[in-house]
């Protein structure tokens, strides 16, 4: 594609050597590590930092390096210039390359940092544990990844770690992600042993040096493939000539007419898959001994996507279904989104933004349009990490961040007020958990309202707000560990300490069956009264359909302008739910019929009706109780085995696979969250500490009648902490 036209004679990078990437992976499988050694060799930092040391660049909040995950997203960007070298790199020019990184959490609590990141990533790295192979996580990464039509190349971690094994995690790839994966490097040795890889497209052998000098990169040499390799070397390019013919019709054709296929024609053949979606590339190394990460930057450059080679983001114009196409060009009016905000101690609050075209200088005017608000442009940076760096101007495909914008919310576009699109916002799972919080001291009370609500501005998975009938101010999230945080950063970044509640479970009301309700609010008190009546009808909507309200008044039973009353008082008594108190969710309302009186009706009574007639029908249509399910994958050694599923049966669990690896077990259950609640103590216990465990959000299952009568007691006499 011809890309000269598209880019500003100022930029220093032009929009074809731009790459945005993300790295996502399950807990533990080495993104920071990874993340870390990249920066490391593209020379933005010059001293190695580690997860286990509490240093690295990435994990900068105080939270992540205490505990030795990844908790916030972080942006980093820095530069690679692949060289002209013998035998490896012919079909390159020495060339530099600009590649904005975003680290992303494994925790499933902070899935939502993944969900946004993938929202404005055009390629990502798919991090996998060589001895775990494909993980929880991993699946719902590799999901979100799909949703928002993200490529990615795959590389497989820890191929020194005792039990590697780069075959069983390129199978569990095929297996439960359902990728059309195809190693694009094999490894040499494994475990202690593991010493480099072998380039398949160019059938040569990257051996690395020995020696671990802490702030050196290991330096590698470019050989023949070891005797002993060469037919497994030879054998695996086949089957990637094979794979890429399938679905590249030039390859094919190559092939069909029996022609050679050159390194770098498979290569853009590559190229081509990887940027479609039609296949993933997976590479292999250690990123924690500094093995194969040069390699891993390069086929970022080489496969992944510049913003270029991606169809361009799609708009519409507010209001209206009208599709508008937002293709990258520093020549176009500006358009971006706004995918995160962080409050920054020194900056203020900042906002994460990725320009889709345009460019954006200081003292310009942006425009909101869900706010129909612009503003001024005071300052603009590129983040490091920890470290901002003020910049004069920002362009297409660029990632940076704003200072002191107001009125600002995830998914916010933007834009050039002349240029008046919506970008489609990412969209976040519910909280599935609450508690009730109150400050330790009078004094605090105005100091938390505020953390809590910047909090819930960052957050989009955070929700706080006050229970109407117990005055009880209740913060719900995405597991005890966010809520755990959320509790941990008001204390040290507003200097507010809180006391909490136990946590509850945000469970939800649904129905059967179909029913009809009718809702009457009449009051007389002498002189003008309230009169208010409507009649509905209530439905099961398909499962996670949410919930659909529509007006189906013929007639003119009531009033046109008491409409909108109806079905704010249905909102609002599905929010409060029937049942037990808890949210409604999956059901059709219609409003059907209703009538009205001259003078005494008002939207007040009608909201009131709305009210009563939802609740009439709830009743009727067999409701049920929802509770959330969690998908729970524990890895244990195999004398523990036993008693590992004895624990999760007495934890009303469902065990949905048991799989051995060498010397472990892993055993797959979907599990109550009410149940889960002490697990990781639980667990040490029963396996002396040996057997670990992770959980994600699965689905939501009717309550058994063996605990749902303690949860309706429980409700009614704690009417609080629901979501």
């Not at 960007?77 to 035998?87: A, I, L, N």
């Not at 042993?193 to 290991?218: H, R, T």
């Not at 949210?583 to 009563?612: C, P, R, W, Y």
Request: hydrophobic content about 40%.
């Amino acid at each position: 594609m011809e890309t000269k036209d598209l880019n500003s004679p100022n930029r220093q990078y032009p929009l074809e050597r731009t790459r945005n990437i993300g790295i996502a992976a399950h807990i533990d499988a080495g993104k920071t590590t990874t993340t870390e050694r990249i920066l490391f060799y593209t020379g933005l930092i010059h001293k190695i930092g580690d997860v286990d040391d509490g240093n690295t660049v990435t994990d900068w909040m105080e939270q992540e390096r205490e505990r030795g995950i990844t908790i916030t997203s972080a942006a980093v960007t820095c530069f690679w210039t692949q060289k002209k070298e013998e035998g490896l790199y012919k079909s390159f020019e020495s060339i530099a390359n600009r590649v904005n990184i975003i680290d992303t959490p494994g925790h499933v609590d902070f899935t939502a940092e993944v969900e946004r990141s993938m929202r404005v990533l055009d390629g990502a790295i798919a991090v996998f544990c060589g001895v775990a192979g494909v993980q929880p996580q991993s699946e719902t990464v590799w999901r979100q990844a799909t949703k928002y039509k993200v490529p990615r190349i795959a590389f497989v971690n820890k191929m020194d770690r005792t039990g590697a094994n780069f075959e069983n995690a390129l199978n569990d790839m095929r297996k439960k992600l359902g990728a059309y994966a195809f190693p694009i490097f094999l490894p040499i040795g494994a475990e202690e042993n593991f010493e480099g890889v072998i380039d398949v497209v160019n059938q040569k052998a990257i051996v690395w040096g020995p020696g671990d000098v802490a702030n050196e990169g290991l330096k590698y040499e470019i050989k023949e493939v070891p005797a002993a390799l060469q037919q497994k070397a030879k054998d695996a390019l086949a089957e990637l000539i094979d794979a890429v013919s399938n679905k590249d019709d030039l390859v094919a054709e190559l092939v069909l007419e029996e022609k050679p296929i050159t390194p770098p024609i498979l290569k853009a053949a590559i190229r081509r898959l990887t940027c479609r979606i039609e296949l993933v590339p997976v590479l292999c190394g250690s990123a924690f001994k500094k093995k194969g990460v040069q390699v891993l930057i390069d086929s970022v450059i080489d496969y992944l996507p510049s913003p270029v080679d991606i169809p361009a983001a799609e708009g519409h114009v507010p209001g209206t279904d009208e599709k508008v196409a937002v293709p990258p060009n520093d020549a176009s009016k500006f358009c971006s989104l706004a995918f995160k905000l962080w409050t920054d101690p020194y900056a203020g609050k900042l906002v994460f933004f990725r320009v889709y075209c345009g460019q954006l200088k200081k003292g310009d005017t942006i425009y909101n349009p869900r706010t129909r608000r612009r503003e001024r442009v005071s300052r603009l940076m590129v983040i490091q990490g920890s470290e901002r760096k003020d910049v004069d101007s920002v362009y297409s495909g660029d990632i940076a961040a704003l200072v002191g914008l107001r009125n600002i919310t995830t998914g916010d576009t933007l834009c050039d007020e002349s240029f008046d699109v919506t970008l489609e916002p990412p969209t976040f799972p519910e909280p599935v958990i609450s508690m009730a919080i109150e400050p330790k001291t009078k004094g605090d009370r105005d100091k938390m309202s505020e953390g809590l609500q910047r909090l819930a501005e960052e957050d989009p998975t955070f929700r706080c707000f006050t229970n109407e009938e117990t005055s009880q101010l209740i913060i719900a999230g995405m597991g005890e560990l966010h809520l755990e945080i959320i509790r941990d950063r008001l204390l040290r970044e507003f200097k507010v300490e809180a006391s909490a509640g136990a946590p509850q479970i945000a469970y939800r009301e649904t129905i059967l069956q179909a029913a009809e309700g009718e809702g009457k609010f009449i009051r007389q008190s002498g002189g003008r009264g309230q009169y208010g009546h409507a009649c509905i009808r209530l439905e099961p909507n398909e499962k996670g359909k949410g919930v659909e309200i529509k007006n189906e008044i013929v007639g003119g039973t009531i009033p046109k302008e008491y409409i909108p009353a109806v079905i704010d008082g249905i909102e609002e008594a599905i929010r409060s739910g029937v049942y037990a108190g808890y949210q409604v969710i999956d059901v059709k309302v219609a409003v059907t019929d209703g009538s009205f009186h001259e003078v005494d009706s008002n939207e007040l009574a009608f909201k009131m009706a709305g009210i009563f007639a939802l609740k009439d029908a709830f009743k009727k249509a067999n409701p049920i109780l929802l509770e959330p399910l969690m998908k729970v994958e524990v890895n244990t050694p195999d004398e523990y085995q036993g008693d590992l599923l004895g624990d999760i049966n007495r934890r009303r669990g469902r065990i949905s696979g048991i799989e051995a690896k060498s010397g472990s077990t892993n055993l797959n259950a979907e599990v109550p969250l009410a149940e889960m609640f002490g697990y990781a103590t639980a667990i040490r216990s029963l396996s002396k500490g040996r057997a670990s465990y992770s959980m994600e959000p699965y689905s939501f299952e009717q309550v058994p009648n063996s605990v749902l009568t303690t949860i309706l007691d429980a409700a009614k006499t704690r009417p609080a902490a629901r979501s």
